[in-house]
């Protein structure tokens, strides 16, 4: 069984800038693609960041020049270096990965960033 756990959410001042990780524990032989959604309340979930096991990288149009998302492949963690930060970046934060041999998507618990004005 492939589980996620985030860290690095909290509170941070509009223009600061925060780190998140998601690490996968488990019987895991590689992660197909890995990325980073956000659900405010009252709103969908979206996509934030996504990166393939190649490394492609692709993010959603209102975080694109603030945020970065980064993964280590040895390790199966993904980051996102999110700097610049706006109080409508506020939201709890998920990670997903996708297990190559199996193709199941596996998401973490979720972590929340307030961004105060």
């Known amino acids: 069984q492939v589980q996620l756990v985030e860290s690095g959410g909290g509170l941070v001042q509009a223009g600061g800038s925060l780190r998140l990780s998601c690490a996968a524990s488990g019987r895991i032989s590689s992660i197909n693609a890995m990325g980073w959604y956000r659900q405010a309340p009252g709103k969908q979930r979206d996509l934030v960041a996504g990166?393939?096991?190649?490394?492609?990288?692709n993010y959603a149009d209102s975080v694109k020049g603030r945020f970065t998302i980064s993964r280590d492949n040895a390790k199966n963690t993904v980051d996102l270096q999110m700097s610049s930060l706006k109080p409508e970046d506020t939201a709890v934060y998920y990670c997903?990965?996708?297990?190559?041999?199996?193709?199941?998507?596996?998401w973490g618990q979720g972590t929340l960033v307030t961004v105060s004005s």
């Open positions: 990166i393939s096991l190649s490394g492609h990288t």
């Open positions: 997903k990965m996708i297990v190559t041999s199996s193709g199941l998507e596996v």
